[in-house]
Antibody, heavy 118, light 113 residues
């Protein structure tokens, strides 16, 4: 069955770089896209960006200058890197995958809480 | 970017009652070539990841109770719960996957009286 699991540091200092990993199983990264969605404490969901099955990427325009998404298909891992972190980046970060190309998000990881604080 | 507007922000109902919530998009989500609306509804219970309830505006996912009904087309969409149960306590989000950046509504919090 399809599974996604996020991992990364729970605490990042302001102005530093966040690095998260999403490890997937049950599907190939060359067959389906992986997206990142974040949720600040007590707030709604925000699409962060995606890496498509062909390897191209799309980013939230508000985050684009600070964001990079990449992958290692041999390890079934997707990476998110966001630099110049601010307190407003404190959130639960989910990785998620749709059931097909331009489908909604059928599969979700459990999420990882990232706190930006000194 | 496509803006998704959800109303109300919260709603309190008694078990067994019917509830409706609205989602409006700033542009049409109906793709003319396949006549599909690229609109999904998610349920997020406290402390959990979102769960896909409805895709293509009105198609219930496998295992979703038939009391959850999605309707609408173009820019106006509705999620109806025909007879609310205690386990439906959650925040409900709509999302457009018509175009990137994909965007979510701000959510409707359903409370049970």
């Amino acid at each position: 069955q399809v599974q996604l699991k996020e991992s990364g540091p729970g605490l990042v200092q302001p102005s530093q770089t966040l690095s998260l990993t999403c490890t997937v199983s049950g599907f190939s990264l060359t067959s389906n896209s992986v997206h990142w969605v974040r949720q600040p404490p007590g707030k709604g969901l925000e699409w962060v960006g995606a890496i498509w099955s062909g390897g191209s990427t799309d980013y939230n325009s508000a985050l684009k200058s600070r964001l990079s998404i990449s992958r290692d298909t041999s390890k079934s891992q997707v990476f998110l890197k966001m630099n110049s972190l601010q307190t407003e980046d404190t959130a639960i970060y989910f990785c998620t995958s749709p059931g097909g190309y331009y489908h909604p998000f059928d599969y979700w990881g459990q999420g990882v809480m990232v706190t930006v604080s000194s | 970017d496509i803006v998704m507007t959800q109303t109300p922000s919260s709603q309190a109902v008694s078990a067994g009652e019917k509830v409706t919530m609205s989602c409006k998009s700033s542009q049409s989500l109906l793709y003319s070539e396949n006549k599909k609306n690229y609109l999904a509804w998610y349920q997020q219970k406290p402390g959990q990841s979102p769960k896909l309830l409805i895709s293509w505006a009105s198609t219930r996912e496998s295992g979703v109770p038939d009391r959850f009904i999605g309707s609408g087309s173009g820019t106006d969409f509705t999620l109806t719960i025909s007879s609310v149960q205690a386990e439906d306590l959650a925040v409900y989000y709509c999302e457009q996957y018509y175009d990137t950046p994909f965007t979510f509504g701000s959510g409707t919090k359903l409370e049970i009286k």
